[in-house]
């Protein structure tokens, strides 16, 4: 195990855009379920193969280490069976498995 290696797994506590990054992949994969949950009817994910569900991150307890994942990249179906585009936020605890609180939102991030 070299020292770039292990300064590559592990992150400063308070440096946002490690942990973010080192993240974003975990959201994609925990958080993809719950936010389906708070569909009443279908959601369309209109990501693509390489791209990532979550473009944003911000702190959501710094000193705790969880962080709020933030995206756009998915349609929810109301009742009229038309696609609304949402905005949607994933809470992950510091393990970045612990899936704390998903939103949902209509509208798209700016660009």
Not at 55 to 66: E, V, Y
Not at 82 to 96: G, K, M, N, Q, S
Request: proline residues 5%; glycine residues 8%; negative net charge.
């Amino acid at each position: 195990n070299t020292p770039a290696a292990s300064a590559e797994a592990t992150c400063a506590p308070d440096d946002l855009q490690c942990a973010g990054d080192k993240g974003v992949v975990a959201a994609g994969i925990y958080c993809k379920k719950p936010i389906e949950m708070l569909a009443t009817h279908s959601v369309k994910w209109t990501d693509g193969v390489l791209e990532m569900k979550f473009s944003h991150f911000r702190w959501l307890d710094k000193a705790k280490g969880s962080i709020t994942f933030i995206g756009d990249k998915a349609e929810f179906q109301n009742g009229f069976g038309a696609f609304t585009p949402v905005i949607y936020e994933c809470d992950l605890d510091a393990d970045l498995k612990t899936v704390l609180d998903v939103r949902v939102t209509e509208g798209r991030l700016p660009e």
